[in-house]
């Protein structure tokens, strides 16, 4: 059985993966807070998470293999979205509103993670269908003498758990210093975070023994794995700016709602995005969706592909240039792939590549070694191996290169009047056209072959004929 190393941010060490039960693989991933489009720095943990449960599958069967991913549907920013929306007049009662808006935003995600060529994990738990598995937990925390409540609210002690901060290497004082800790009177210490919280008659809420109200971000996802996945299990993922205060907060409170359940055994967090060498921000003007570039006909293989040439654990920088350099990449493997005839075995320095911590980025480099060998069977099975095309050849490959063939027998007559000619003027005009197009000229003895290359853009082959 292949091997695999992933390294663990709670012992900061990259590890050999051991399943607490082969024949159970089990794997947890914070999901979207569905008040709006995902961006593309939310896309990069969908991509890397698909990846490693690809590669799950694939060595433990994918029978033994449970892959969840939740969606908070609770929140203060879809109820400020809901909120909106019914000042401006949208009919129906607030929680309509609500659940409207989820639901229409869990379909864009749904789709947009689909063009992504991530696969859909085992199970996608909302959090508004976990409130009593939320409260159970909460009232044994407080049982416990872990959590107390306070003014309709119930806070989490932090104080109680000697083992808080391990995850992010911080000490309570460093936390304190860097994150903006809620002031409030009810709290007997600083740190201490809400399990849950009060709702106001126009806000969503739930009976509970303290009041009507709702949860708290973080009780959410502990709640939801250990009823799925149970108090134990393998692997915990996410964006690294989940690792304080949210997942150390899971870790607290699960482990604390439990004798002996030790929560995930092997966390992973995946580094953050940029574009062009800056951070993404509206301010900046480089903030974007994944429906923003799919609507500008960036295909989504090729934006998984950006992602996978970057490690998980390194910031990823897209640029536009890497964008150009995927695309055609991709359309010349893809047309190799079109060869197949036959079924073919995954490339095994691929599966190796992948083992070692989910290195994608030696994964692609082993692919380009596997195009030049040009075994097309083998590519296309690695391809979709790695979630970079499905049963059949994307129409998007040869879109807008109807006109090659003409285009080829064009600049051919050009260089055979120039020969006799020695006026060469005709034949550099059409081939630096092409070449502005985005279009790759071969020619030699045996002819003239156009290719669509890095930014290809049919439109500019506007008039050339």
Request: proline share 4%; aromatic share 8%; net charge negative.
């Amino acid at each position: 059985m292949v091997e695999i190393r992933l390294t663990n941010s709670k012992t900061r060490k990259k590890e050999v993966f051991e399943p607490i039960d082969p024949k159970n693989v089990r794997m947890y991933v914070c999901g979207p807070t569905v008040y709006d489009r995902a961006h593309l720095g939310n896309a990069r943990p969908v991509v890397v998470f698909d990846v490693l449960n690809r590669l799950l599958r694939h060595v433990y069967g994918s029978e033994h293999v449970t892959y969840v991913r939740n969606f908070t549907d609770v929140d203060d920013k879809i109820n400020a979205t809901a909120l909106a929306r019914k000042e401006a007049g949208a009919e129906g009662s607030l929680e309509d509103l609500i659940h409207e808006r989820t639901e229409e935003t869990i379909g864009w995600y749904h789709a947009d993670m689909d063009a992504l060529g991530a696969l859909r994990p085992d199970h996608e738990p909302r959090a508004t269908g976990y409130i009593p598995q939320m409260i159970a937990m909460i009232e044994g925390l407080i049982a416990r003498g872990h959590a107390y409540a306070a003014e309709g609210h119930v806070l989490f002690s932090v104080g109680s758990y000697a083992d808080y901060g391990a995850l992010s290497g911080r000490s309570v004082e460093d936390m304190i210093a860097g994150a903006r800790v809620e002031v409030a009177p009810y709290k007997r210490d600083p740190m201490d975070f809400v399990l849950w919280k009060p709702s106001s008659d126009d806000l969503p809420g739930w009976d509970s023994p303290w009041g009507r109200g709702r949860p708290g971000w973080h009780i959410e996802c502990s709640a939801m794995a250990d009823d799925i996945l149970g108090e134990e299990f393998d692997i915990h993922g996410g964006g690294i700016d989940l690792q304080f205060p949210h997942h150390e907060n899971e870790i607290a409170q699960s482990c604390c709602a439990h004798d002996h359940g030790g929560f995930a055994r092997v966390w992973l967090h995946n580094e953050m995005l940029q574009v062009e060498g800056k951070k993404m921000s509206k301010s900046l003007g480089n903030f974007f969706t994944v429906r923003d570039l799919l609507d500008q006909g960036v295909p989504g293989e090729v934006i998984r592909f950006v992602f996978l040439g970057t490690h998980y654990r390194k910031p990823m920088d897209w640029t536009e240039k890497k964008r150009a350099e995927a695309e055609a990449t991709l359309r010349k493997w893809y047309r190799q792939a079109a060869q197949a005839v036959d079924g073919g075995e995954i490339y095994s320095p691929v599966v190796t590549a992948l083992a070692d911590d989910l290195n994608t980025s030696e994964a692609i480099m082993e692919c380009h070694q596997l195009s030049l060998a040009d075994d097309v069977s083998t590519l296309r099975a690695t391809l979709q191996f790695l979630g970079l095309m499905g049963e059949t050849i994307p129409a998007w490959v040869d879109a807008g290169t109807d006109d090659f063939v003409a285009l080829a027998d064009k600049l051919a007559a050009a260089r055979e009047a120039a020969m006799a000619s020695k006026d060469f003027s005709e034949v550099d005009r059409l081939k630096s056209a092409l070449i502005e197009a985005g279009v790759e000229v071969r020619m030699s003895k045996a002819g003239v072959e156009l290719l669509p290359g890095a930014g290809f853009d049919p439109a500019k082959l506007e008039g050339l004929l």
